[in-house]
């Protein structure tokens, strides 16, 4: 199952982007539109305003143009090394940046034929920075549903920003990432950019050479928030990718990517500098879960099931759900938990395929059984303060439980003792954990009660009195 929350229907406010105080950008034939002629350029102040702003139009008018004679010149000039900003341009152009946060400032640029401006600024710039500050503006005009559908018909400025993921300067990068995320997720258009993506190719390796490759933590977080969102919206895109096998190998000799290597790529980076980047690549991971052809990638006797799985429990084993903790951290790490219970439980049916296989750990079942404990714990508490339901901290919970019934229906006895001995299975623990298996899952009880009938009879006469099977 798909352990997300339900996506957003309209982008909200923090993915407008503020301007932060080189490559060459894709080519195109042209040079910048001018902006449409102002009639009367003499108008009073509140005529001026757009909007209900204290914004000018006048002051956005020549800003712009000369942002199109600036590269323009530029570009006449043929001069193949970068262009620079001189301080007052990009001040001014970062202020432009800014001000498109505004919903009058963002419907005017649109009518101000802005869009079109940008596109031939980004097809002709060889200024990291200014191409970055155009799709970062893009980017903010794109935040509001009425704007964000004008600029998504745009068919040549969608060809160029798929284009941008090519790049190689990093902000531009990250700006491109964050428009992408914001149009995908206005349900208007998003079937307007998912189409694009699918026939653009050079989308998928872009995006999984970043993943792979890159150590931005801006860029891997946003990155991530995008591909999760493409494989939560488009199922057909997701298998495309994960099939998706070279042709031929290119003449540099580059290795092929599969996406589920370039996730775990990009998880391992986010580890220990972004629980939240890394709990959208854990999701990721676990829709390539939801499909066939995820599941016989993990499978694999060579793919990458093991390796996943290797990482997944050091992340749950290591970092999660200490014995130390207080019950009350789930209420912190359940939405990561939830993600990494998911993606282990899918790949715990997979082991039997791979060519090297581990007994269950210790310390992973001993994280499990916490878990259960610390949850009861938590509902304990909740139930004394009031009646309202935590829904994912419940979702938590079942995954667990489905979890622990998988492992138990074959536990062997050398472990239900190595449990007990380690203080694993306390009779407390043990109490919780037979509470989350019945009544949905009484084979794995009665396997595990079996199991400790054999190692503590004690125990197990416990289990047995207080559930009485």
């Known amino acids: 199952m798909d352990c997300s929350t339900d996506g957003v229907q309209e982008v909200e406010n923090d993915e407008r982007s503020s301007s932060p105080r080189g490559k060459r950008s894709p080519v195109m034939d ?8 102002i009639a009367n350029e003499e108008e009073d102040e509140d005529l001026d305003a757009i909007g209900d702003t204290v914004y000018s139009k006048h002051w956005l008018f020549s800003t712009l143009t000369r942002l199109i004679h600036m590269v323009t010149e530029h570009s006449d000039e043929d001069c193949e090394g970068q262009m620079q900003l001189t301080d007052d341009d990009e001040e001014a152009l970062c202020r432009v940046w800014d001000m498109a946060m505004d919903k009058d400032v963002a419907g005017f640029l649109q009518e101000f034929k802005a869009t079109d401006i940008l596109l031939g600024v980004i097809a002709k710039s060889r200024c990291p920075r200014l191409t970055e500050i155009c799709v970062g503006i893009l980017g903010n005009i794109a935040c509001f549903p009425d704007t964000c559908v004008t600029l ?33 997720s206005q ?62 190998e290119s003449d540099e000799g580059e290795s092929h990517l599969d996406v589920a290597s370039c996730l775990l790529e990009a998880a391992k980076q986010l580890r ?34 093991k390796v996943v799985w290797d990482f997944v429990c050091e992340v749950v084993c290591e970092d999660l759900c200490q014995p130390n903790d207080l019950p ?84 062997p006895k050398a472990t239900v003792a190595d449990l007990v001995k380690e203080g694993h299975l306390s009779e407390k623990t043990c109490l919780t954990a037979v509470g989350s298996l019945l009544p949905n899952f009484k084979t794995s009880f009665q396997h595990l009660q079996f199991m400790l009938s054999e190692t503590d009879p004690q125990l197990a006469d416990t289990v047995r009195k207080r559930f009485p099977v």
């Open 30 to 37: 042209r040079n910048p539109s001018p902006p449409p002629v």
């Open 328 to 411: 009350i951290v789930l209420q912190e790490q359940k939405g990561i938990l939830v993600q990494a219970f998911a993606v282990l439980q899918a790949l715990y049916r997979c082991q039997d395929q791979w060519s090297s296989k581990n007994d269950t750990s210790l310390p992973l079942i001993g994280t499990i059984l916490r878990v259960l404990q610390y949850h009861s714990e938590c509902k304990d508490d909740s139930t004394n303060k009031d009646d309202t339901q935590d829904e994912q901290l419940q979702t938590l919970a079942e995954i667990t439980a489905e979890f622990l019934a998988d492992i138990c229906i074959q536990i």
């Open 272 to 305: 220990l500098e972004s629980p939240n980047g890394l709990e959208v690549y854990l999701h990721a991971i676990q829709l390539l879960t939801t499909i066939d052809e995820g599941i016989q990638t993990f499978a694999s006797p060579d793919g990458p099931g």
């Open 152 to 184: 998504s018909q745009n068919e040549d400025l969608g060809a160029v920003l798929l284009l941008l993921f090519g790049d190689t300067d990093p902000p531009t990068l990250l700006e491109t990432s964050r428009l992408m995320l914001t149009c995908v």
């Open 187 to 248: 349900k208007d258009v998003s079937s307007i950019w998912l189409q694009r993506i699918q026939q653009q190719a050079s989308v998928r390796s872009n995006l999984l050479f970043i993943m792979c490759s890159s150590t931005n933590t801006d860029l891997l977080e946003k990155v991530g928030e995008l591909v999760d969102k493409l494989f939560d919206l488009d199922e057909e895109l997701m298998k495309s990718w994960i099939t998706d096998q070279p042709r031929e």
